[in-house]
């Protein structure tokens, strides 16, 4: 493996900057080298500058991106793109916010996070209903919605998760129709354990001389309240492991 470093020139202010890579050897590094002096031209400064020139040539865009399929109650997205500082307080003033957390770009892959594209901070708004793009076209956006193709594979996506979801439910109820409500502690342990407190679950003494701590204050029981209690205790530690077990296969 071979760091090819190039040393390249900007068109647009004369800087110098750099540009690497790795390759699987010294002549594939040299060639890259050469290639990248010869067609990287300019620095990540200029770059930024003209992007934002041409955004800015653009007009003030909202572009719609639907956020996860896999949501019960999903979100849609307004990017807002453009010369967005002059209204940036009438931005707010709507509802919106400024963060690199939304859908990177249309389709099914960025509302999964799943783009390749690295979001960069822009002001959002989330959109519930057409009173909210109203606002924004009020501010002088354009609005831009998602493609049909877009739109059409996130609600089968959204379609198949709810429909996994519903199946999944119904076993997970079946299974716990089958084991009914966790053991409920016996009268005679009630009658011992104070309201509003908790047993550390530990029991202390020995035959003929046994306590236990409810939220810290001490109290003595007889050998059969004991193996009453330590009995109830498994069962209804065996009813959380197997809730806990249905809970992991639904997930």
Not at 94 to 109: E, K
Not at 212 to 221: A, H, L, R, T
């Amino acid at each position: 493996m071979a760091k090819a470093v190039a040393t390249c020139t900007c068109k647009t202010c004369g800087e110098t900057f750099e540009k690497s890579v790795k390759r699987s050897s010294r002549r594939e590094a040299d060639n890259w080298i050469a290639f990248a002096v010869n067609n990287y031209d300019e620095c990540p400064a200029c770059y930024a500058k003209r992007k934002r020139e041409e955004e800015k040539d653009a007009g003030l865009r909202a572009i719609l991106r639907l956020g996860s399929p896999l949501d019960d109650e999903p979100v849609a997205y307004a990017v807002l793109f453009g010369d967005t500082y002059p209204i940036k307080d009438n931005i707010k003033s709507i509802g919106a916010y400024y963060t690199d957390n939304y859908p990177a770009d249309a389709g099914i892959l960025g509302s999964l996070g799943l783009s390749l594209a690295a979001p960069q901070k822009r002001w959002v708004l989330e959109i519930g209903d057409d009173k909210k793009l109203a606002e924004l076209e009020a501010l002088g956006f354009a609005i831009e919605c998602p493609s049909e193709t877009d739109i059409i594979m996130w609600r089968s996506a959204h379609e198949i998760e709810m429909k996994n979801k519903a199946e999944n439910d119904e076993i997970k109820n079946q299974a716990m129709d089958q084991i009914g409500e966790i053991p409920a502690w016996p009268d005679e342990i009630k009658a011992i354990w104070p309201a509003g407190t908790k047993w550390n679950g530990k029991v202390y003494g020995k035959p003929g001389n046994y306590n236990v701590y409810f939220s810290g204050d001490k109290v003595e029981i007889t050998d059969e309240q004991k193996e009453t209690l330590e009995k109830t205790q498994k069962k209804r530690e065996r009813w959380r492991e197997f809730k806990k077990s249905v809970d992991n296969i639904m997930q």
